[in-house]
């Protein structure tokens, strides 16, 4: 089945930049969409990111806009998220998501439903 794979996470200072890394393997890398959600400490996972299969489309959570990018290469069936400029409120465990259906609603890359496949998470720590 599909494995998903985060790494790159860390403890930086505000400020700083790290860059994340999903590692697929299993059926149809090409075709997935793909997410990146987060979970705060003590609060519910939610939306940090996503791109459609072709990654001509993203998409961003408010709180994240202009400061993170997500990037997927397809030959290397892995997806990225570049974040800059961090801040102590972007600590969190961060997860990477595959969703094989897709959608023309944008809504439907904000729901953590609409994914399949999950990764184990990395450790994302922003001091302050």
């Known amino acids: 089945q599909v494995q998903l794979v985060e790494s790159g996470g860390g403890l930086v200072q505000a400020g700083g930049s790290l860059r994340l890394s999903c590692a697929v393997s299993g059926r149809t890398f090409s075709n997935y969409d793909m997410g990146w959600f987060r979970q705060p400490p003590g609060k519910e996972r939610e939306f940090v990111s996503a791109v459609r299969w072709s990654g001509e489309r993203t998409y961003y959570a408010d709180s994240v806009k202009g400061r993170f990018t997500i990037s997927r290469d397809n030959a290397k069936t892995t997806v990225y998220l570049q974040m800059n400029n961090l801040k102590p409120e972007d600590t969190a465990v961060y997860y990477c998501?595959?969703?094989?259906?897709?959608?023309?609603?944008?809504?439907?890359?904000?729901?953590?439903?609409?994914?399949?496949?999950w990764g184990q998470g990395t450790q994302v720590t922003v001091s302050s």
């Open positions: 998501a595959a969703s094989p259906r897709g959608s023309y609603v944008s809504s439907y890359y904000y729901t953590s439903t609409s994914y399949d496949y």
